[in-house]
């Protein structure tokens, strides 16, 4: 079966643009999580969506934003980039929404912002 | 709060042994371990619930201590492939949500 889906791949983006991310979860998986990766802070959890509603949300200012849609796919938004955004954001989709069977994470996309 | 990992970096020879160690000060539910190579997504390896049950497909094992909110990773007769960096998540009761260690460097040489 396809794995998590992640587009796009690379991104170089200016201060002060806004960016949107996708994820495709694997078929069947209704919970979709985000994080940032960076090698200083490593995985840090921005938030998670189940069937279409947030049900989590991590320590990051309001300029991160998601949805999730009625086929599971999710977005996630930051607007007024910060050169501190430049990282690698990864997905993760879960069974049901419980972690009782691990993450499955896409390949991510990784951010520059100039 | 995140966890705690130890040791950040290790370096073996292949068929050598290894223990990685994830320590919390918060209640757990559930310890969560993930291998990520260089350039690539993290993959998960095992989970282990409280209670004892454990979930994984590899062979690769682990163990919770719950009293102490601990949990180690044990890699046996290490391979090349082993190669990568380790993380352990976890997640406290309801969380719906892994807070990620910093991670664990594993070099394997031939």
């Known amino acids: 079966k396809a794995g998590v889906t992640q587009t796009p791949r690379y991104l170089i983006k200016t201060r002060g643009q806004q960016v949107t991310l996708s994820c495709s979860p694997i078929?069947?998986?209704?919970?979709v999580s985000w994080y940032q990766q960076t090698p200083g802070q490593g995985l840090q959890f921005l938030f998670e969506?189940?069937?279409?509603?947030?049900?989590n949300k991590g320590n990051f200012p309001g300029r991160f934003s998601g949805r999730q849609f009625s086929n599971s796919r999710s977005e996630m938004n930051v607007s007024t980039l910060e050169l501190g955004d430049s990282a690698l954001y990864l997905c993760?989709?879960?069974?049901?929404?419980?972690?009782?069977?691990?993450?499955?994470f896409g390949s991510g996309t990784r951010l520059t912002v100039v | 709060q995140q966890p705690v990992q130890s040791p950040q970096a290790v370096i073996l020879r292949e068929g050598e042994d290894a223990v990685i160690n994830c320590s919390s000060s918060k209640a757990l539910y559930s310890v969560h371990w993930y291998r990520q190579k260089h350039g690539e997504a993290p993959v998960f390896l095992m989970i282990l619930l409280k209670g004892g049950e454990q979930k994984g497909h590899e062979k690769i094992s682990a163990s919770f201590n719950e009293k102490k909110q601990q949990s180690s990773l044990y890699l046996t007769a290490s391979q090349l492939s082993y190669s990568g960096t380790y993380f352990c998540g976890t997640e406290g009761s309801g969380a719906q949500k892994l807070v990620f260690g910093q991670g664990t460097r594993l070099t394997i040489n031939p």
């Open positions: 993760a989709s879960s069974l049901v929404g419980s972690l009782d069977y691990g993450y499955t």
């Open positions: 078929s069947g998986h209704r919970s």
């Open positions: 969506y189940f069937s279409e509603t947030q049900r």
